[in-house]
């Protein structure tokens, strides 16, 4: 089992349904947004560092104001734009994360995620006697708090292209708010290391158009 699990996870990713750079719902794509101007601020950094490096190798001592002009590379290009540069990117960071936090409103829906070595149950709020397993069921276009904790020991809920990922810890609720803009199927696993068989604790989430959700709530999973 652990095997096939293994292997189903390489093929979904390779077909990128566990790429974090293919976002799908809102909050994967802040995530994907915020990787990518932090890449752009860490190459802009890396390319004056590169160039102040050659320049140093390049120069000559004996030229007239060599000292003047070194001082002066060093304090503003050497210091001061990396510190202005990650402050901006800090700010922003933190900015920006803001919409990752869960927050009230009428449409949200509530699931719950208890992770086991090695499998994902789910329960819903709006049918109570209901629950599945390895396959997460949402409404498609509307938010969703998952309340994910653990039975034994530490996993981590991650479902790429839909949000961040968030621990799973026993004896305690972590909520993550996942969305999925349009029905479809989306892959998930466990990224964190728990033992031995956790290369295959993999789940699916399910999401539905608004009567598919309805059916499902009335009816459970065909």
């Known amino acids: ?11 979904a990713g390779c077909q990128g349904q566990l790429s974090t750079l293919h976002p799908a719902g809102p909050a994967a794509a ?3 947004e915020i990787w990518w101007i932090m890449l752009a601020g860490s190459v802009a950094i890396l390319a004056l560092v590169m160039g102040l490096l050659t ?3 390049l120069r000559r001592p004996d030229s007239p104001g060599e000292p003047e002009r070194a001082g002066l590379w060093l304090w503003t290009l050497g210091l001061a734009f990396p510190l202005i540069v990650l402050a901006a990117l800090t700010v922003y960071g933190l900015k920006i994360g803001e919409r990752l936090l869960p927050r009230e409103g009428p449409d949200v829906v509530t699931v719950t995620a208890e992770a086991r070595q090695w499998a994902w149950s ?3 709020a709006d049918a109570p006697d209901l629950a599945t397993e390895d396959i997460l069921h949402i409404p498609a276009g509307r938010p969703v708090d998952v309340r994910i904790t653990s039975l034994d020991v530490v996993h981590s809920f991650w479902v790429p292209r839909l949000a961040g990922k968030l621990d799973a810890l026993p004896g305690h ?3 993550l708010r ?3 803009p349009v029905p479809g199927t989306y892959a998930g696993q466990s990224a964190e290391f728990s033992g031995p068989g956790y290369l295959g604790h993999v789940f699916t989430v399910q999401a539905h158009d608004p009567a598919a959700w309805d059916q499902f709530l009335a ?3 065909p």
């Open 122 to 124: 789910f329960g819903y």
């Open 173 to 175: 609720v972590n909520i």
């Open 55 to 57: 320049a140093a190798l």
């Open 178 to 180: 996942i969305e999925a």
């Open 30 to 32: 802040t995530i994907a």
């Open 1 to 11: 089992m652990m095997a096939c699990g293994a292997t189903l996870q390489l093929l």
């Open 219 to 221: 009816e459970g999973a």
